[in-house]
Nanobody
Framework: QVQLVESGGALVQPGESLRLSCTVS????????IGWFRQAPGKEREAVSC????????WYTDSVKGRFTMSGDSAKNTLYLQMDSLKPEDTAVYFC????????????????????WGQGTAVTVSS
């Protein structure tokens, strides 16, 4: 079974940093569209960052550009999201996903493990 497991979420103060991890089992992460989305209570899911299936193309939503950096470690089959200069508006549950629907409005096209995402990890940015 393909599984994505997120970790790294925490309660932090504005301006602090977190690194989220997504460990993929059952498949090589770099063969598929994969990335991060977030969802705050009462709000729709928002794509945050993603790789195209060949991982040659990456994308970030405007609100996190310059603050978040996504990377992958093929040896560990792990996707990371480095989150710097966190803001209260970044508060959400963050999910790792391989899902063309979630990333349909991004340049992250190609093959995906459609509909597969993790359980989420909560990020709270508050004073």
């Amino acid at each position: 079974q393909v599984q994505l497991v997120e970790s790294g979420g925490a309660l932090v103060q504005p301006g602090e940093s977190l690194r989220l991890s997504c460990t993929v089992s059952g498949s090589r992460l770099d063969y598929y569209v994969i990335g991060w989305f977030r969802q705050a209570p009462g709000k729709e899911r928002e794509a945050v960052s993603c790789f195209a299936s060949n991982h040659a193309t990456s994308w970030y939503t405007d609100s996190v550009k310059g603050r978040f950096t996504m990377s992958g470690d093929s040896a560990k089959n792990t996707l990371y999201l480095q989150m710097d200069s966190l803001k209260p508006e970044d508060t959400a549950v963050y999910f790792c996903a391989s899902d063309l629907t979630i990333f349909r409005r991004t340049p992250c096209h190609g093959r995906s493990l459609d509909g597969v995402w993790g359980q989420g990890t909560a990020v709270t940015v508050s004073s």
